[in-house]
């Protein structure tokens, strides 16, 4: 009786110590598995980013069950620990490069916003370091280049362990890279995320260097896509939910900063969907919410560093464009104007997309506040578009979206 208590006690402090190993990636996985719960409720304003930032959780997520297992089975007796061993560390490698891999496929497409580049990206430079994580694991089952299981069941790093490390290292440097060489392109809380992303997980990644089998990398990994998805999910109330530009929520907040800033000239740009009613009536809703988006895409495209895009109301978009003269501002028209040509040569749609566009330079002595500059604008774009209708009515066999000039 007594000898059984003692084994019943034994029991539970095995427990304990163990659980005292794996606390933190216990509550990283919980963690872990309401954000994923979160993501599945709601959603990004874009389908790649939200479909990338579930795998990069879902990965986490796998990693964190596959460490909880090592670390349960690393010592324990028996031929079944053994192999579940060997089986769990393999994963354990082949997952953990995969999180930051697809963090820089996500801080990428928010950066370019190109779906053609982003593919020929992935498969040109992304994914190799994976492929070679990949093999380098399977084949250390084999011949121990990564990690080694001994006599007692026990987890040893290989000599080849730090070509693991350079690959995590590799993702790491390119979200630094792409963040600050492109910050221009992104929200400053967006920039904070995804620098967050890098900083806690390395922070982490140089404390348990010191500490063999301190468990801070995965955590700090937890807390960084914690970061990611609120800062997001607050944003989206800045977003137009369909094209992803910036709503006019966001734009007269934009303005007003500006405005209390005594700001030195810029120019907006006001662009009207020509004979957007036609195609909705002609070719149903959903074609022209389709249109909408894509010519989110072709202001997206046509952008400078540092342009401003907002969805303002229905089909009407605006651009704040820092420029200080006319010659400026007329270039960043025409180049909107070359996009969308080039984008019509492709035939995506069976009309093509014709834009009103007009725009003005900021005067501090005649906009005396944000709704005054945005009324001048929206003028100029009028003055445009009456234009196009006079010339579109001239033309006897303008009768369908697709006669559109």
Known sequence: MKEAVENC?????????????????????????LTIMFVNKTSFKEKYINNTFKFSVFSIIMYLIVDIGSIAVDGLSGNMNFVSHYLFIFLFYFFGPLAPFFWVLLV??????????????????????????????????????????DENNLYMRGNLFLIHGLVYFFYVVTILFLTIRFRKRLEKKFIFSMIMIVVF????????????GLELIWPAMTVSV????????????????????HNRRSLDDYLKTHFAKCPKKYGGIMIDVFKFKLINDEYGHKVGDEVLIEVGKILRNAAENGDFLCRYAGDEFFIVSEVSEEAELQKRIDRIEE?????????????????????????????KDPDKF???????????KNRQKREYSRDDSATLPGNLR
Request: glycine share 6%; hydrophobic share 45%.
């Open 201 to 212: 997980p390395t922070i982490a990644g140089i404390f348990q260097s010191f500490f063999y």
């Open 339 to 367: 996009t969308l040509k080039k984008y019509n040569e492709e035939k995506r749609f069976t009309f093509k997309i014709s834009l009103s566009i007009g725009g003005i330079l900021y005067e501090k002595s005649e906009h």
């Open 374 to 384: 945005i009324s001048d604008v929206d003028i100029q774009m009028y003055k445009i």
């Open 226 to 245: 914690m970061i990611y998805f609120f800062i997001h999910q607050t944003n989206l109330l800045n977003y137009d939910y369909l094209t992803g530009l």
């Open 9 to 33: 006690l034994t029991g539970k402090q095995i427990i304990m110590m163990l659980f005292d190993k794996i606390d933190l990636l216990i509550y990283s996985l919980i963690v872990s598995l």
């Open 108 to 149: 990428d497409y928010e950066i370019f916003r190109d779906r053609k580049g982003f593919y020929r990206r992935i498969k040109t430079v992304y994914i190799y370091p994976v492929l070679i994580n990949t093999i380098l694991s399977l084949a250390s089952i084999f011949n121990g280049w990564f990690f080694l299981v």
